[in-house]
């Protein structure tokens, strides 16, 4: 058992414990949410219902910012003032984004409005006239056959009631959150500098160095996630609602503004826009029973999608940071589900921004295990320098007491020799009678 632990990874085995424990803490949060069901409902709801507008409010001062400064500069270059103009121009950019508006939502009514004159109202009293005659046995076979197949009418009633309730409920929902998100960016927008300014100052008294610079790193991802998808997005679908529109026009295809200002509308989210103006071409000429225009409508739609696919919508979104298309499929279902429509607009940039920073992290986590195995190896290699220098200086010496053992070796031999040369001179003597040369001594001057 001791050596299947010492065999473990303690690397993994902190990555298991970790992932347990969030595990673990998942469940129970979960299971209290659970329990306390309705009141958690309800507080998300309230919740919800005061951060929509904040947060539309924030989406707009976000658009039309660079315009409004843009029109300050040019104010005070045009009045030749240094005084700032910003609270006129904010009220000059809502002035006309509001008059765009109506507008077009004039336009749309008068369109349709001609365009309903055109049907024969008398065909379908007819086909009313024809239903409400035979109403008692038409009622009488379709509960017959939803009873054969197992439907409760009663509760279609009741799901029926629910989505028309929820349905008048999220209009008047949508209303008020339009109007007070306008007023939040009118406020974002004239006030905007001194509210960057008071949170600059309470992050630098709140946080570190380190977390503030890890704030301005996310600030600027989520701007270019942000700013070039939105506004791209948003020209886009202006392009492709004015194209449809006038091609279907012209084609005189049956509600073709209609048509065209819902596919432009639906172009905004991904994978929608093309939904919509198939899906009204479809229905509108399926109902007037129109095969030829449904198939003019249809070549139209197809064309002016490929082009927006292949040249204008690249062009528009260049500068923004790609998502795959399964992320992008997966950021709508989320931003749907939290946030409904406004929520499927802003959910591709977020799942932008949350791809980006998740790259980010894996490429900090790379970088700082590579500068880790760079460390150890040059470790290592001090290390083995370290040793063979050590060894290098064990030889040195010990050359070194050689050397001195051979010198003494050979002093001891030359000190021998000599005595034994004075040895044998001693032994030598002198014979009698003769003569042996004498020395010779240097006289001193």
């Avoid at 347990?20 to 979960?30: D, E, R, Y």
């Avoid at 046995?137 to 197992?150: F, Q, V």
């Avoid at 950021?331 to 429509?341: D, N, P, R, T």
Wanted: one cysteine or more; aromatic letters at 8%; glycine letters at 8%.
């Amino acid at each position: 058992m001791r050596d299947f632990f010492k065999k473990l990874d303690k690397k993994y085995l902190k990555v298991a414990c970790y992932a347990s424990i969030a595990l673990l803490v998942t469940f129970f949060v979960g299971l209290g949410l659970y329990q306390l069901g309705p009141s958690v409902a309800i507080g998300l709801k309230m919740v919800h219902a005061i951060l929509s507008p904040l947060i539309l409010g924030l989406v707009l001062c976000y658009l039309l910012y660079p315009i409004v400064n843009w029109l300050d500069k040019g104010m005070q270059k045009l009045f030749r003032t240094k005084k700032s103009m910003r609270k006129l121009s904010v009220f000059l950019v809502i002035l006309f984004l509001l008059a765009a508006v109506t507008l077009i939502l004039v336009l749309l009514v008068s369109v349709i409005t001609k365009q309903i004159s055109r049907i024969n109202f008398s065909t379908i009293v007819n086909l009313i006239e024809m239903l409400l005659a035979d109403y008692e046995n038409l009622m009488t076979k379709i509960s017959d056959w939803l009873s054969k197949a197992g439907i409760n009418v009663s509760s279609i009633t009741n799901v029926t009631k629910s989505v028309l309730t929820g349905l008048a409920g999220n209009i008047t929902s949508f209303g008020s959150t339009l109007l007070f998100g306008i007023i939040f960016s009118i406020y974002f927008l004239v006030d905007g500098l001194n509210i960057s300014r008071y949170w600059k100052e309470t992050a630098n008294k709140l946080f570190s160095k380190k977390t503030i610079t890890s704030l301005k790193s996310f600030g600027k991802d989520a701007d270019a996630c942000f700013s070039g998808y939105i506004r791209g997005q948003m020209l886009d679908a202006l392009i492709v609602g004015l194209v449809a529109t006038l091609a279907l026009t012209i084609a005189g295809m049956p509600y073709g503004a209609l048509i065209g200002i819902l596919t432009g509308v639906g172009n905004m989210i991904p994978y929608v826009g093309p939904i919509f103006g198939y899906g009204s071409i479809i229905v509108i000429n399926v109902l007037n029973w129109n095969p030829k225009m449904l198939l003019i409508g249809l070549i139209i739609v197809i064309i002016i999608m490929f082009i927006d696919g292949n040249i204008i919508n690249p062009r528009l979104l260049a500068g923004s940071v790609h998502v795959h298309p399964l992320l992008v499929v997966a950021s709508l279902l989320a931003g749907g589900a939290i946030g409904g429509l406004i929520g499927m607009v802003v959910a591709v940039p977020c799942g932008a921004l949350i791809k980006l920073r998740f790259d980010k992290w894996v490429d900090q986590k790379a970088a700082a295990d590579a500068e880790e195995e760079r460390e150890r190896e040059a470790s290592k290699a001090d290390s083995k320098d370290g040793d063979s220098k050590a060894n290098d200086d064990a030889d040195g010496a010990e050359g070194t007491e050689k050397a001195d053992d051979n010198a003494e070796n050979a002093e001891g031999t030359r000190k021998a020799d000599s005595s034994k040369a004075n040895s044998q001179k001693s032994l030598v003597k002198k014979v009698p009678g003769k003569n042996y040369p004498k020395s010779k001594k240097k006289k001193k001057k």
